[in-house]
T-cell receptor
Framework: GAVVSQHPSWVICKSGTSVKIECRSLDFQATTMFWYRQFPKQSLMLMATSNEGSKATYEQGVEKDKFLINHASLTLSTLTVTSAHPEDSSFYIC???????????FGQGTRLTVV | AQSVTQLDSHVSVSEGTPVLLRCNYSSSYSPSLFWYVQHPNKGLQLLLKYTSAATLVKGINGFEAEFKKSETSFHLTKPSAHMSDAAEYFCVVTPRTGGFKTIFGAGTRLFVKA
């Protein structure tokens, strides 16, 4: 089956620093990937759609300058949380749809804690 | 527009008794519907999917769900709960046309009592 790998699985950073999260499709190409955020005891909220070779599409209320998305290749999308603050602490998950599959495949998630 | 409503935020059952997690959807397009399970601090695991074939869908770990278009429902059931089923369950809708924007329900926390 298709595999989406996320790295790191957890990260702790100081307030004001930036953190990069990687999402890779290991055995398929993904022209589109999706980034979600999940706060404790809440559902997943779509943040943005990452498009290979073009700008990401952000959902309403998501700051594009704070959450930088780069999709430079068909197997890698990155989410950079810039100038992180404690309120950015959350579980971030990426997903992609391999060709021929109706369901999304999700990465393992990244637990970000900003102290 | 699409939306998913999970009717119960928490469900508590005893081990060995049936499980019912309720989901209603709204979609402008013919939807594909999914149930995912998430254990604490873990990613998402696909339980089962409906994509316009059989309306009764069987998934992993003994779970199944029935797509009822007239009721716009896709409830998840299991005949006999196991302690390891305790987790968060998400009902998810994705349009089969018009893009792959996936919408999650709010989630249902399943508690299983010994």
């Amino acid at each position: 089956g298709a595999v989406v790998s996320q790295h790191p699985s957890w990260v702790i950073c100081k307030s004001g620093t930036s953190v990069k999260i990687e999402c890779r499709s290991l055995d398929f190409q993904a022209t589109t990937m999706f980034w979600y955020r999940q706060f404790p005891k809440q559902s997943l909220m779509l943040m943005a759609t990452s498009n290979e070779g073009s700008k990401a599409t952000y959902e309403q209320g998501v700051e594009k300058d704070k959450f930088l998305i780069n999709h430079a290749s068909l197997t890698l999308s990155t989410l950079t949380v810039t100038s992180a603050h404690p309120e950015d602490s959350s579980f971030y998950i990426c997903s992609a749809f391999p060709t021929g599959f109706p369901e999304a495949f999700f990465g393992q998630g990244t637990r970000l804690t900003v102290v | 527009a699409q939306s998913v409503t999970q009717l119960d935020s928490h469900v508590s059952v005893s081990e060995g008794t049936p499980v019912l997690l309720r989901c209603n959807y709204s979609s402008s397009y013919s939807p594909s519907l999914f149930w995912y399970v998430q254990h604490p601090n873990k990613g998402l695991q696909l339980l089962l999917k409906y994509t316009s074939a059989a309306t009764l869908v069987k998934g992993i770990n003994g779970f199944e769900a029935e797509f009822k278009k007239s009721e716009t429902s896709f409830h998840l059931t299991k005949p006999s709960a196991h302690m390891s089923d305790a987790a968060e369950y998400f009902c998810v809708v994705t349009p089969r046309t018009g893009g792959f924007k996936t919408i999650f329900g709010a989630g249902t926390r399943l508690f299983v009592k010994a």
